[in-house]
């Protein structure tokens, strides 16, 4: 069992900075890790994801160029630096960690396929 819980949401104007954590109750260094995102009356999305022991990220369309996902192993931390933001990237952003795979690979924008979730952390852009 992985308990994983977000933080750095917060409300920013377009333009501004935000960086996500998301710390892990176990090593998770060895799992696929990923950010997601649902705005109201939208589907979860994925943002971002990366490869168990520091291998290969994996980023939406949308925040590619803005946004890097990051881990700090030593920490169990997880990160999402979000540049640029749009008042389009405005929900709640998740944290979720697949069991038993390091390997997020094409699929990875699946949220079904993530076993772990964390409750959430609100972004606010601003226009």
């Known amino acids: 069992q992985v308990q994983l819980v977000e933080s750095g949401g917060g409300s920013v104007q377009a333009g501004g900075s935000l960086t996500l954590s998301c710390t892990a109750s176990?090593?998770?260094?060895?799992?696929?890790m990923g950010w997601f995102r649902q705005a109201p009356g939208k589907e979860r999305e994925g943002v971002a994801a990366?490869?168990?022991?520091?291998?290969?990220?994996y980023y939406a369309a949308s925040v590619k160029g803005r946004f890097t996902i990051s881990q700090d192993n030593t920490e169990n931390t997880l990160y999402l630096q979000m540049n640029s933001l749009e008042p389009e990237d405005t929900a709640m952003y998740y944290c979720?960690?697949?069991?038993?795979?390091?390997?997020?690979?094409?699929?990875?924008?699946?949220?079904?396929?993530?076993?772990?979730w964390g409750q959430g952390t609100q972004v606010t852009v601003s226009s």
């Open positions: 979720a960690a697949k069991q038993g795979s390091w390997l997020c690979g094409s699929t990875w924008s699946r949220s079904f396929e993530y076993t772990y």
């Open positions: 176990r090593n998770s260094k060895n799992k696929c």
């Open positions: 990366l490869n168990g022991l520091g291998g290969s990220t």
